[in-house]
Nanobody
Framework: QVQLVESGGGLVQAGDSLRLSCTAS????????MGWFRQAPGKEREFVAA????????WYADPMKGRFTISSTNAKNTVYLQMNSLKPEDSAVYYC?????????????????WGQGTQVTVSS
């Protein structure tokens, strides 16, 4: 099993920055890549970004390109999501996810482990 714990959420103003962290523990050797998703009230969970362990190959959803940056520190089994120029529409619960498959997916079904989520609220 793998456990994921997110941190770093909070209340910020539009235009501010925030960095989320996700620390993985347990059988992390089985993981191939990590992702961030978000879910706003009344909406489906949507893909934000993903990164492979080791090689650090990244993918982003189009609305996040240029504003969000995903990175990882393999030694610490930690993945970060740096969010800049935040907008009110970025408000959501942000979830960290991990996959044991060796192909990239932006779909929730492509991930096998999930964190509990961290709330991000951006005020206008």
């Amino acid at each position: 099993q793998v456990q994921l714990v997110e941190s770093g959420g909070g209340l910020v103003q539009a235009g501010d920055s925030l960095r989320l962290s996700c620390t993985a523990s347990g059988r992390t050797y089985s993981l191939y890549y990590m992702g961030w998703f978000r879910q706003a009230p009344g909406k489906e969970r949507e893909f934000v970004a993903a990164i492979t362990w080791g090689a650090g190959i990244t993918w982003y959803a189009d609305p996040m390109k240029g504003r969000f940056t995903i990175s990882s520190t393999n030694a610490k089994n930690t993945v970060y999501l740096q969010m800049n120029s935040l907008k009110p529409e970025d408000s959501a619960v942000y979830y960290c996810a991990a996959s044991i498959t060796n192909y990239y997916s932006s779909q929730t079904m492509g991930y096998h482990y999930w964190g509990q989520g961290t709330q991000v609220t951006v005020s206008s």
